[in-house]
């Protein structure tokens, strides 16, 4: 049957800046990184500031084929790229993909943008690793190899994001951050990307009585994640991307009372592992 691991692995949880804090040490204070393993294939999504510590773990691992996917290119979701030890390791392979900005080329060209001059001291001429950049338009199927299916869809933010749901072996991982809900409907887009998933990680920045003073900055409330996994049958519901400000004894009482509205509900941390 061969190897049928199908796990997540979460290396950073955090939304906007990295927080660390005596008040985040339980959440911890990393931005956005997953790492979802299928079978012999390590997939990632996102590479905030927890992706670095990753890159130091697949070093250890010596695992040097990898899939990175991102879900748009604000800074907190992309800034760890630089310090990703595999980049530097010329037997590394590396597919990176993006598809929020439909356009040739914009995966290579928003990665070289990043890394250039006031920003940062080198470009990503440094890296030695093997790098295939993949663009595509959000709403495409992925067939990245070995029996792994992903679908996506187009997520509510500034500038685009992209929302992924990973099949493997009859599971599925959903991972939806970066996204504004309407507070009047629910988004069709994602109920149908999610439609009976294991699993689904989701923006929960805010609560539902915090929303009114963000509108427009293109994030979601743990509240909505309940509401979408009850319409689409989702048997869990992992919040993420969680405020900076939002302390340990906060984010406990959040999940005390997510957990009395959806019992599957649970918050992501740093270094959480779950096999699906």
């Known amino acids: 049957m061969g190897n049928r691991k199908f796990s997540a692995h ?34 990632i999504l996102d590479a905030g500031t927890g ?37 530097y390791n010329p037997e590394c392979k590396m597919r990176i993909w993006s598809g929020h900005l439909d356009r040739d080329n914009a995966t290579r060209e928003s990665i070289n943008d990043y890394m250039v001059h006031p920003f940062f001291p080198v470009g990503p001429e440094v890296f030695k690793a093997k790098i295939e950049h993949k663009d595509f338009s959000a709403g495409e199927d992925l067939a990245p190899g070995d029996n792994i299916e992903i679908k996506t869809c187009a997520l509510n933010h500034p500038g685009g994001a992209t929302g992924y749901r990973i099949n493997f072996d009859g599971r599925s991982f959903c991972y939806i951050t970066d996204t504004e809900h309407n507070a009047d409907k629910m988004d069709e887009t994602i109920l149908q990307l999610i439609e009976g998933a294991d699993m689904m990680i989701y923006d929960a920045t805010y609560s539902d009585s915090e929303y009114p003073n963000f509108i427009d900055f293109g994030h979601s409330t743990w509240e909505q994640g309940i509401r979408l996994c009850k319409a689409a049958n989702v048997d869990k519901f992992g919040l993420f991307h969680h405020r900076p400000s939002r302390t340990d004894e906060k984010l406990d009482s959040i999940v005390q009372e997510a957990k009395l509205e959806f019992p599957g509900s649970f918050a992501t941390l740093d270094g959480l592992k779950i096999e699906l």
């Open 51 to 87: 992706f670095r510590l990753l890159g130091l773990d697949l070093q250890e691992r010596k695992i040097t084929d990898l899939d990175l996917f991102f879900t748009h290119f604000h800074y907190d979701h992309i800034c760890g790229l630089p310090f990703f030890a595999p980049l």
């Open 10 to 43: 979460f290396w950073g949880t955090r939304g906007a800046v990295s927080s660390p804090t005596r008040q985040s040490v339980k959440y911890g204070g990393n931005t956005s990184c997953v790492e979802v393993q299928c079978g012999e294939r390590t997939l």
